[in-house]
């Protein structure tokens, strides 16, 4: 994943993360160009489930994205008839 300066536009290069969550990552970042020299935190989110898990966490819900809801929903009656 490619992350910009968002003051700049310069790259800027990922340090550490923490995941206080499974579906959640802090990351930190830092602008290469030393005429910028910005830095901060990125919050990361398992946002949508486009595709389920066949080895499900029962602690993790990631909400299915409506678009990818009939797909699933015909997948499931397909395999069921
Ligand atoms: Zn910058």
């Not at 340090?15 to 830095?39: H, L, M």
């Not at 966490?57 to 809801?69: D, K, T």
């Amino acid at each position: 994943m490619k992350i910009s300066c968002p003051h700049c536009a310069d790259r800027a290069i990922t340090r550490t993360s923490k995941r206080p969550a499974p579906v959640f990552y802090e990351v930190y970042a830092q602008c290469i160009n030393p005429d910028c020299g910005w830095a901060g935190k990125l919050h990361i989110e398992f946002a949508t489930t486009t595709a389920p898990s066949r080895k499900p966490n029962a602690a993790v819900r990631i909400p299915i994205e409506p678009a990818s809801r009939r797909v699933l929903l015909e997948q499931l009656t397909a395999q069921h008839s």
